[in-house]
């Protein structure tokens, strides 16, 4: 085997990302060297800890909890574009935010996903939906691995 090919498939899972929030106006969002690290992975599995959605109301139960001060975290539909950016293939919407635009809001965050080829699971419209595991396949030939998230 030529040394310069790499053995074995290599996948980062990390914690929350937001394609918005106070950041979203800045032209360098991600830092390059940040960028280069996620991109070094084969594939990148990170929690999606925001509904997507450009006016689209809060959830009401989000607005009458903690005295209507609990913590709506959302993007705009234009800043979708960063989670490309930063190389995700799949995100879980398992989280206490995947929710706070509404159903509405899930249903415009699942759409965006599905039409960039994001893949996403932790969400659904009904339980079957939200409950079903992500399959995975990464590699071909003699460096092939199967992964089931959920």
């Given at each position: 085997?030529?040394?310069?090919?790499?053995?074995?498939?290599?996948?980062?899972?990390?914690?929350?990302?937001?394609?918005?929030?106070?950041?979203?106006?800045?032209?360098?969002?991600?830092?390059?060297?940040?960028?280069?690290?996620?991109?070094?992975?084969?594939?990148?599995?990170?929690?999606?800890?925001?509904?997507?959605?450009?006016?689209?109301a809060p959830?009401?139960?989000?607005?009458?909890?903690?005295?209507?001060?609990?913590?709506?975290?959302?993007?705009?539909?234009?800043?979708?574009?960063?989670?490309?950016?930063?190389?995700?293939?799949?995100?879980?919407?398992?989280?206490?935010?995947?929710?706070?635009?509404?159903?509405?809001?899930?249903?415009?965050?699942?759409?965006?996903?599905?039409?960039?080829?994001?893949?996403?699971?932790?969400?659904?419209?009904?339980?079957t939906e939200?409950?079903?595991?992500?399959?995975?396949?990464?590699?071909?030939?003699?460096?092939?691995?199967?992964?089931?998230?959920?």
């Amino acid at each position: 085997m030529h040394p310069s090919k790499k053995i074995g498939i290599s996948i980062l899972f990390c914690g929350d990302i937001m394609p918005g929030g106070v950041l979203p106006y800045q032209k360098n969002y991600i830092d390059e060297k940040v960028r280069q690290y996620l991109f070094g992975f084969d594939f990148r599995v990170g929690t999606l800890e925001c509904a997507i959605g450009t006016n689209i109301a809060p959830a009401s139960e989000k607005l009458k909890t903690n005295g209507g001060n609990d913590n709506v975290c959302f993007a705009r539909d234009e800043d979708f574009f960063r989670i490309k950016e930063m190389g995700f293939n799949a995100v879980s919407l398992g989280n206490n935010h995947s929710f706070d635009l509404g159903e509405e809001g899930l249903r415009n965050t699942m759409r965006m996903l599905k039409e960039a080829g994001i893949a996403y699971f932790g969400a659904g419209m009904n339980k079957t939906e939200a409950s079903a595991p992500l399959f995975v396949k990464l590699g071909g030939g003699d460096s092939c691995s199967y992964w089931l998230l959920h």
